[in-house]
């Protein structure tokens, strides 16, 4: 069946969530100043897999950093014409708390909510915990790794699970969350960012989830920046009416604000010194 997709503007909500763990990796390298910030973006997707569509969406992610704890909040949601019918697509919210105890070490908590249309998402909640480590930190080149525990539940449409289908309608799952991400700066401007999770099942590893973003991203001191990016997702057991691989082109336009730090005042010159005595 042939399809036509006009994507209009995509406005935040919360709750919601992506069908793989969410990638903050890539928000989170831009967010190192102590404060409050603020990014938004702006977003053209394509995609082949269970639908192919071009997608226009917007991002929002805010928080703070002060001292060695950091706290994001990245939300996103979009609407869609097919056809004509304008319909919510896809949203999500992504919260997560990382705290650093060491120089190295660091915990992890978050919670994530998802409604995704195109995948034939109700609900998908996640929430977990773990622990993540800095495998190499420079101006030119950062690595982490991270493990941890999280719980799922996922409640499809009832018109993709019928009867006869082997794959429950409404499932909660305990699954094994990892993560790896690295980072190269080529200069101020340029860095590649590059970010895999595997998510399979504490009680039965061939099921599974992998995702992978890769992305190359153009930064102005101004703010802007612009984002090329591809990623990939794998179910190893999604329903039946499902695709177990997805690939999807996006590029962003983004903006980002934070409170620049206060220069600590200036000492007093001895010049000054000498005026004041006299």
Known sequence: MRRSLLAALVVAALPTLASAQVNTERLRQTLTTEGPFLRIDGSVGWMRGNVDYLEVGTN????????????????????AEFGGEAYLGRAFAHLRWTAEWH???????????QYDRILFLKVRAVAGAGGRVTLFDSDAFTAYAATGYMIEREVFQQSVIPEDEPHPRITTNHRWTNYLTFTVKA??????????YVQPRFDDFSDYRVAEEVAMTLSHETGLSLSLG??????????TALQRLDVALETTLGFYLQKKPKKPAEEASPAAEDEDED
């Open 60 to 79: 929002i992610a805010t928080g703070f950093n002060r001292g060695k704890h950091h706290l994001l909040a990245h939300m996103a949601a979009s609407y």
């Open 103 to 113: 120089e190295r070490l660091a915990s992890e908590v978050f919670l994530q909510d």
């Open 187 to 196: 200069d101020d401007l340029l860095s590649f960012t590059n970010t895999i």
């Open 230 to 239: 591809l990623r990939l997702r794998f179910d190893s057991r999604p329903p």
